[in-house]
T-cell receptor
């Protein structure tokens, strides 16, 4: 069965520094995608970045980048130059195996707090 | 507004009461999803609509949960005879296409508390 593991319940980072949020996964699918979402205190899930398993390069979107290590089954999110507005919950997610990608299995999340 | 709108934002229900949660997706979005998020956990899939067709309801926890999208736009999630374990945030999301969760836009959720 699909499994997403986020081992850091909470993280602190100093403003303007970089932070890495961990995500490991287990899947039997040869082809899959990995997603990261941000959930601020207002509640909505905001899509940040996507990595396909066959993508040759690690995904980047502005200050967000993925450290994708396929052999280790990890897809860690790196946030550079942290801002106070980055304080939120962060979730890693992927679709179930051999299933349409219309639904996602989420990890338990990491709460990030950016210190001024 | 341009985003996914959910109402009410907060709902307190007495155990055994029926509740209805509403989701207004982004206009023109074909796909609509409901997720349940317990406190301190990630969201869990409940059900999926493509237009008015409910193509997947495998995540609904019991037959007390029912969702509909009769005209392919607004959706309602109904919970009958609420129990304390139903307390959670219920998130709705919509996307333009059938696939690609990268295009899914989430609402702010309805926080349901069953007392």
């Amino acid at each position: 069965a699909q499994k997403i593991t986020q081992t850091q319940p909470g993280m602190f980072v100093q403003e303007k520094e970089a932070v890495t949020l961990d995500c490991t996964y287990d899947t039997s699918d040869p082809s899959y995608g990995l997603f990261w979402y941000k959930q601020p205190s207002s509640g909505e899930m905001i899509f940040l970045i996507y990595q396909g398993s066959y993508d040759q390069q690690n995904a980047t979107e502005g200050r967000y980048s993925l450290n994708f290590q396929k052999a280790r089954k990890s897809a860690n999110l790196v946030i550079s130059a942290s801002q106070l507005g980055d304080s939120a919950m962060y979730f890693c997610a992927m679709p179930p195996p051999r299933d349409s990608s219309y639904k996602l299995i989420f990890g338990s999340g990491t709460r990030l707090l950016v210190r001024p | 507004g341009a985003g996914v709108s959910q109402s009410p934002r907060y709902k307190v229900a007495k155990r055994g009461q029926d509740v209805a949660l509403r989701c207004d997706p982004i206009s023109g979005h074909v796909s609509l999803f409901w997720y349940q998020q317990a406190l301190g956990q990630g969201p869990e899939f409940l059900t999926y609509f493509q237009n008015e067709a409910q193509l997947d309801k495998s995540g609904l926890p019991s037959d007390r949960f029912f969702a509909e999208r009769p005209e392919g736009s607004v959706s309602t999630l109904k919970i009958q005879r609420t129990q304390q374990e139903d307390s959670a945030v219920y998130l709705c999301a919509s996307s333009l296409g059938r696939v690609a969760n990268t295009e899914a836009f989430f609402g702010q959720g309805t926080r349901l508390t069953v007392v």
